[in-house]
Nanobody
Framework: QVQLVESGGGLVQPGGSLTLACVGS????????VGWFRQAPGKERVVVSA????????YYLPSVKGRFAVTRDFAKNTVYLQMTRMEPEDAGTYSC???????????????????????WGQGTLVTVSP
């Protein structure tokens, strides 16, 4: 089973950019659907972006469309969340999660469902403040 470790969180000013990394070990991330989730204090966890296995499908939370991008580096077995033009509402603890799916069954709206993911990272904190 793959294990996930996130990094890249920190403090960023509104309008700034930040890139989070989710490094996989013990499995090839290209065989997995990977999602990025955000949880802010007192709020529910939401899926910000997700990428299906073999990159056959993507999901973006409407509020981040055009600002965030999820990408994959095959050589580094890493999935990135590139965040630009950040807003205070983007703040929270970001976690990546994965579910093995080499058959490419998971895609579309299913990517938004946190219950399909069975492996989670520990999270990395993102703060957006002047």
């Amino acid at each position: 089973q793959v294990q996930l470790v996130e990094s890249g969180g920190g403090l960023v000013q509104p309008g700034g950019s930040l890139t989070l990394a989710c490094v996989g070990s013990g499995g090839i991330l290209d065989d997995y659907a990977v999602g990025w989730f955000r949880q802010a204090p007192g709020k529910e966890r939401v899926v910000v972006s997700a990428m299906a296995s073999r990159m056959h499908s993507f999901y973006y939370l409407p509020s981040v469309k055009g600002r965030f991008a999820v990408t994959r580096d095959f050589a580094k077995n890493t999935v990135y969340l590139q965040m630009t033009r950040m807003e205070p509402e983007d703040a929270g603890t970001y976690s990546c999660a994965a579910v093995r799916d080499p058959w490419q069954n998971v895609g579309g709206s299913t990517l938004r469902n946190p219950s399909i993911y069975d492996t989670w990272g520990q999270g990395t904190l993102v703060t957006v403040s002047p």
